[in-house]
């Protein structure tokens, strides 16, 4: 048994004199749920708790939620506002259905069920942004660059992510937040490899490669975010994603095309200091052939000469 949900189902159905609707086992299974909890605490702080905190209406101390002025209500005023309050729930109900809560519906996105199982196949069945496994939270499919953003229905646009990464995005994607997401359509007009468009060998949604003018080997690519970035550590993780796949598939193309091709070195430079000439982020893809140095020891420890072969030292 891998989860708890054998021993739950049971017990519901003991509790209820052996027979339970579908309805009543699902709820007993969420009340165990923490991840659930976790998800409406996001909604509570980052969406509804800022709004009425902006709005003056609750303010927040640590984790605690206290209504403005709630001491000088009377019984009777407090009982009239949870009335109204129901009121507004049922209201909102009766209008927009269950619509309200089709941004949770694990197949909202009309994602098919190859293309479902490519992904999560992609990400190791792992959360792409936290990490977490399939076992632990439920993943969905999610669109990188949103579709009313204009990003795309294919692969290239689809991670893996846990619901609760997915709905923190999805958070932060809604109104007030806005400013929070990555602007993966950022370019800058005299950066040289923001308007690349020649001797591209490979691209993916946010990521894409072409090889490098003066190489340092045949057939020495960069790989590129997009976006314009500086560097390294200005890439999301989406991105990292990207570059990584790129670099996969193009070791393939390389190495299928260039048989001499035995080994790479693979590295970013970060600031003037370590050598970056150009600043927009991009990664050296430096296929190596058998002796096409003499002494290729310690690799990417060569950018300091003399220091490659460490034993020596
Ligand atoms: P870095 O020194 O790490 O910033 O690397 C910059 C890389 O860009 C070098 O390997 C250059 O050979 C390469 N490079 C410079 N200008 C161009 C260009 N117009 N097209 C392609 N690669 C370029
Ligand atoms: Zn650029």
Request: net charge negative.
């Given at each position: 048994m891998s989860h708890i949900y054998q021993p739950v189902m049971i017990k519901v159905l003991l509790e209820n004199g052996g027979v339970a609707h579908k309805k009543t086992i699902a709820q007993s299974i969420l009340s165990y749920d923490f991840s659930q909890v976790e998800y409406y605490e996001g909604i509570t702080n980052n969406m509804v708790g800022r709004i009425l905190r902006k709005n003056e209406i609750a303010k927040k101390d640590k984790n605690i939620y206290t209504l403005n002025d709630?001491?000088?209500?009377?019984s009777g005023e407090v009982q009239e506002l949870i009335a109204l309050c129901d009121l507004k729930i049922s209201d909102y109900i009766s209008k927009r259905g269950n619509q309200i809560w089709e941004h949770r519906r694990r197949n909202r996105k009309a994602v098919s069920g190859s293309i479902r199982y490519e992904v999560l196949k992609r990400a190791d069945?792992?959360?792409?942004?936290?990490?977490?496994s399939k076992e632990e939270k439920a993943l969905e499919v999610d669109h990188i660059v949103p579709k009313n953003n204009?990003?795309?229905?294919?692969i290239d646009n689809y991670q893996a992510l846990c619901y609760t990464c997915n709905a923190n995005k999805r958070d932060t994607d809604e109104t007030d937040f806005?400013?929070?997401?990555?602007?993966?359509d950022e370019r800058k007009s005299d950066c040289i490899f923001c308007n690349t468009t020649r001797n591209i060998v490979a691209e993916n949604e946010l990521a894409l490669a072409f090889f490098d003018?003066?190489?340092?080997?045949?057939?020495h690519v960069l790989i590129i975010p997009?976006?314009?970035?500086?560097?390294?550590?200005?890439?999301s993780q989406p991105e990292i994603n990207a570059i990584n796949r790129l670099t996969h598939s193009l070791k393939e193309k390389l190495t299928s095309e260039d048989h001499n091709i035995t080994g790479f070195n693979i590295g970013f430079n970060v600031g003037e200091d370590a050598?970056?000439?150009?600043?927009?982020c991009h990664m050296h893809l430096i296929p190596r052939r058998l002796k096409d140095v003499e002494n290729p020891v310690g690799g990417v420890r060569n950018v300091v000469a003399g220091k490659g072969d460490y034993k020596q030292y």
């Open positions: 709630y001491e000088s209500l009377s069945g792992r959360c792409e942004l936290c990490g977490i204009g990003g795309e229905d294919s806005r400013d929070l997401d990555v602007k993966y003018k003066y190489p340092v080997t045949p057939k997009k976006r314009h970035c500086a560097d390294y550590f200005e890439l050598g970056q000439t150009v600043f927009h």
